[in-house]
């Protein structure tokens, strides 16, 4: 059963306006959005005693990622306004439908939220809901952090992404101190990122290991990571807990882009997340129920392994490993 939101204010999207709200509070809202079978999201609005940058987080754009989810609920929760300059505006589940259901798209249109920006008004319920997280919620940032994981099937690095040739975000990244930066020259469109690019707004994104699981470790560089991007903002007191990255990796990292299989089988990998891998290299192969070899995987470029599947079914389309360039 869904937690009630009773005690929570309801507000409408298009009336939604956080300058509105008392400073030195924290507030909990519902925002509906008009379409019933979305559902309302949740935001968590936490104006500081004094006036500075409005940090926006969210998580849960894919509905079987929980790590950025549990570190928006742990932060917001200890988060003093007393002690904050400026605005913390969370959305916790920016998905429900898919949240709800556990996976990583729409169970009630099939979309991807994340390739549906920036989405309309009138429109199928992904497109609804991408329209509103735009122009209620991504728009009044000062800065933005979008918290994903590699869900259920994947396999990804605990890291965080930034594009290329904004100074102010690569510093953010350093700041906030994952063992991996992966920066981007490019993004493609349709994700939160994408818009937040359009409309001039810096931003940093997240991935973990995964799994349908909180690790502890992934859970605690959330946690740290947007503490030191607070402080970065000079929204909270004290220094930037630097940790330098282990591995610096560079490229577009879509996953749309990765190595896909042609045959339903059970997938066996022959790398390991990171390692570095040649051009031609066998990545992994599928076999039957005999054991049978169906597919080779093999590498198409030099480079890390970026992201490699853990759910080990597979059927034609699914991903199975993105290669990435290591810059460091």
Sequence with gaps: MKPSTATTRVVHARDFRPGDYARGQKHAL????????IGPLAVVL?????????LVLTAGVHGDEYE?????????????PASLTGTVLAVPVANPPAFWNGSRTSPLDGANLARTFPGKEQGTPSEVLAYWLGESIISRADFYLDMHSAGV???MPSMVGFPTGDERARAAALAFGA???WSHPTVGPGRTISLASARR??????????AGRIHPDD???????????MRYLGMVAGRVDVRPPERWLHGDGDLDASL??????FFIPAIELLDFVRAGQEIGHTVDLHGEILERFRATRDGAIGMVRAFPIVQPGDAVCLVTEVLE
């Design 46 to 54: 936490i104006h500081g005693a004094r006036p500075g940058n409005t």
């Design 68 to 80: 950025g989810v549990r570190a928006i609920l742990d932060i917001t929760s200890k988060l003093d």
């Design 260 to 265: 896909t299989a042609t045959r339903a089988g």
């Design 30 to 37: 519902s925002l509906d959005l008009g379409v019933d079978v």
């Design 219 to 229: 859970l605690a560089m959330f946690e740290r990571g947007i503490t030191n991007l």
């Design 179 to 181: 063992p991996v930066v």
């Design 153 to 155: 099937k994947l396999l």
């Design 201 to 210: 707004i810096p931003w940093l994104y997240t991935e973990a290991r995964g």
